[in-house]
């Protein structure tokens, strides 16, 4: 009897220590920011207090706070680091270095104390290293009150004032904003322009600025009555309060940043979208593109709605699209974009910039460690979206295909060919090259979650996309969490895959080397592989009158094979190894003759070389 007991508890704690591991700790933040602008000058004072829970079983002695804005000043190591690369983003190159006194940014604190007590604290260019004097301990909540001095720098990267477009204010990393502590650690990255990291909070952001400004941010107005400007839900518009300032007090849930922007000249419109939710759009009218903003309400209603439908609901009350920055750039509850735009454009951009409140804002993966999930994900989905829009005629001009994804992998292929490309696994700071970093981000990113539904299915892929959103939203997953999902959903084992596209610059080629006659009973097809990435692989055979029959050949290192796909016959062929160069199969003779015989006619499969993926019968 003791025996049992003893085993019961091993289990039932097993159990408990597998659930603790999936869970996976995290911190947790709330601010309350109160923000004074004067406009003219560019500059603003802040203060704010964050109440920060220590999830974590660390005590903590040390504390570390971005300061982005202290990036834009001659000197800093995002000039730097601009003007050394071989191709520097065109927006930065060596502007930074030109900056006049007037047009740098900065974020100067001038106090911070922890629970009341007064904390030593060294700027170090992008990052506020705190001393702590009382260790924050585990399971601890501790009050960090802070008040800082800030300028707004002219706009260059992402942030600033006075974009290209005449945007005064596009307010992102402005703020002190506390670093995130996982179980790697700190992550106290200084900021040379690439990807965030953030941890899990709300915050509760008051914003006084001169009255004659719309400020449009990435949460929920709390104020509306006292704003005017058509922002309130009934579309009614109030009459402003007199005064030289309004307060603008906005509230976001459950995020990892706050993204503002503010100008004289922004106009406001928004829709109840299908799902219930609220699109705002805000852009500065009478420029020459009211056409177009016009358009996009709803366009990306429809768009929200295929989201939903593919990728998991989405989970918040409004969202924004927001004419500023310097191109497109994510946030929650709201994005920054250039305005000046053809429809097509302006749609491609939105699209994808809120496709991102899936693979980042709700996920919130460390960006610089998995730029991919990121930027791939989000690529992946965005064209994905933008044919669907397209078959149902909402992109005037743009044809829909039946291979959306032939431009990512030949733009995959470039990469390979360049001699330039470097593994996912890079830490997005530490690319030899911008072209480098885009590429292996955006396009081999997306090459491999398309792929992926090359090696286990379309059913279980679309399974496994919306069980990665239900399982991992608000957990910072990393890829193997991702990969995990994947191996639950299709029964197969896919480590392999992750270990060699992301770690490796492994690349696949497979070749049909020969189709000989073996008598009168078979037809012998040797496939021979050239590339070190091995693959499972869709042999289709079409014959002279048009039938075709699909030839299946697992990949050993899966442990299973896909589900059929289509209709079309299917022949289960044994296992091939990683390790072989070469394999054969037997096509039975039949009163058919064969026309052609081709390995994934889907293109699907990153194959380096289609050219020699067919065999026709001689003429």
């Not at 496994?464 to 299709?490: A, C, Q």
């Amino acid at each position: 009897m003791k025996k049992i007991i003893f085993l019961s508890l091993v289990f039932l704690t097993s159990i408990s220590i597998a659930s603790a591991q999936s869970q996976r700790w995290q911190q947790r933040v709330a601010y309350t920011m109160d923000i004074d602008v004067d406009a003219a000058a560019h500059q603003y004072r802040g203060t704010q207090r964050i109440v920060y829970t220590n999830n974590s079983p660390d005590t903590l002695t040390h504390l570390f706070f971005h300061l982005f804005f202290n990036a834009f000043q001659p000197g800093s190591m995002m000039d730097v680091r601009n003007q050394t690369l071989p191709d520097a983003d065109p927006r930065v190159a060596d502007r930074i270095s030109k900056l006049k006194p007037e047009e740098t940014g900065w974020i100067k604190v001038e106090s911070l104390t922890i629970n009341g007590v007064a904390n030593r604290f060294e700027t170090n260019e992008t990052i506020l290293e705190v001393q702590l004097q009382t260790p924050i301990l585990p399971g601890a909540v501790a009050n960090l009150d802070m008040q800082w001095d800030a300028q707004v720098p002219l706009q260059i990267r992402r942030s600033g004032r006075d974009n290209r477009e005449g945007v005064e204010f596009s307010m992102a990393q402005w703020y002190p904003k506390l670093c995130e502590y996982d179980d790697q650690g700190w992550h106290s990255n200084p900021y040379i322009g690439r990807e965030f990291y953030g941890v899990w909070g709300d915050f509760d952001v008051t914003i006084n600025i001169d009255k004659n400004y719309l400020v449009a941010a990435g949460g929920y107005l709390q104020n509306p009555q006292e704003i005017g400007f058509g922002y309130e839900a009934s579309g009614s518009t109030v009459a402003r309060p007199a005064g030289d300032k309004l307060k603008w007090h906005f509230f976001t849930p459950n995020v990892h940043d706050f993204v503002w922007a503010a100008d004289p000249d922004f106009t406001h419109k928004f829709i109840t979208a299908d799902d219930g939710t609220i699109m705002r759009f805000i852009w500065q009218k009478g420029k020459g593109y009211d056409e177009q903003w016009e358009q996009l309400p709803a366009i990306m209603n429809r768009a929200r709605t295929l989201m939903n439908q593919r990728f998991g609901k989405y989970p918040y009350k409004e969202y924004a699209f927001i004419q500023g920055g310097d191109g497109g750039m994510e946030y929650p509850l709201a994005t920054l974009i250039t305005g000046k735009r053809p429809l097509k454009s302006l749609v491609g951009v939105s699209v994808h910039e809120h496709m991102h409140t899936w693979y980042q804002m709700l996920m919130g993966t460390n960006e610089s460690l998995y730029a991919w999930m990121d930027e791939g994900f989000t690529d992946y989905a965005t064209t994905w979206i933008e044919n669907e829009l397209a078959k149902e005629g909402l992109l005037p001009g743009v044809t829909a295909s039946e291979m959306p994804y032939e431009d990512t992998y030949n733009a995959y292929r470039t990469l390979v060919n360049s001699g330039k490309e470097e593994p996912l696994s890079t830490h997005a700071d530490f690319f030899e090259t911008n072209y480098a970093y885009g590429l292996a981000a955006y396009v081999k990113g997306a090459v491999f979650i398309h792929q992926l539904e090359y090696i286990v299915g379309k059913q279980a892929h679309a399974r496994g996309l919306l069980r990665y959103y239900h399982d991992w939203k608000f957990k910072h997953p990393t890829d193997n969490d991702f990969i995990r999902v994947m191996e639950k959903e299709s029964g197969l084992e896919l480590d392999w895959y992750r270990q060699a596209f992301v770690n490796s610059l492994a690349t696949t080629d497979y070749a049909v080397q020969s189709v000989e006659a073996e008598g009168k009973k078979s037809t012998r097809v040797t496939v021979e592989r050239i590339g070190r990435l091995a693959m499972p692989l869709d042999i289709v055979v079409t014959y002279t009158n048009g039938d075709q029959e699909l030839f299946y050949i697992p990949l050993e290192s899966m442990r299973g094979i896909k589900p059929p796909e289509s209709t079309m016959e299917r022949t289960v062929l044994p296992d091939h190894r990683w390790v072989d160069s070469m394999l054969s199969f037997e096509i039975p003779s039949k009163s058919k003759k064969i026309e052609s015989i081709s390995i994934d006619p889907t293109h699907r499969l990153a194959d380096m070389d289609f050219e020699n993926n067919t065999w026709n019968k001689p003429d």
